[in-house]
């Protein structure tokens, strides 16, 4: 079993900066997929991206060059850094883990960007 919990999420006005974190515990080990999605109002849950425990990235074009996902392996934690936020970044942003043939989820943080 893997436990993910984020932490970071907030209120940030249009054009800010915010950064979620998200460690992971358990039986986390060999290769492995981390990265985050994000589930505004309404809409379907999405990729974010991902990072490999090599640090190979993957990113949705609708944050790519904004967004940077990275990882600290020694701690198992993932990293998104999110900038020049735009009120359509509004969501929860859930982590997530890929460790073998399983998904696993954290709980989620709420972004909100507004002014």
């Known amino acids: 079993q893997v436990q993910l919990v984020e932490s970071g999420g907030g209120l940030v006005q249009p054009g800010g900066s915010l950064r979620l974190s998200c460690a992971a515990s358990?039986?986390?080990?060999?290769?492995?997929?981390m990265g985050w999605y994000r589930q505004a109002p309404g809409k379907q849950r999405e990729l974010v991206g991902t990072i490999t425990r090599g640090g190979a990235t993957n990113y949705a074009d609708s944050v790519n060059g904004r967004f940077i996902i990275s990882i600290d392996n020694a701690k198992n934690t993932v990293f998104l850094q999110m900038t020049s936020l735009k009120p359509e970044d509004t969501a929860v942003y859930y982590c997530y883990a890929k460790v073998g043939y399983t998904d696993y989820w954290g709980q989620g943080t709420q972004v909100t960007v507004s002014s």
């Open positions: 358990g039986s986390i080990f060999g290769r492995y997929t």
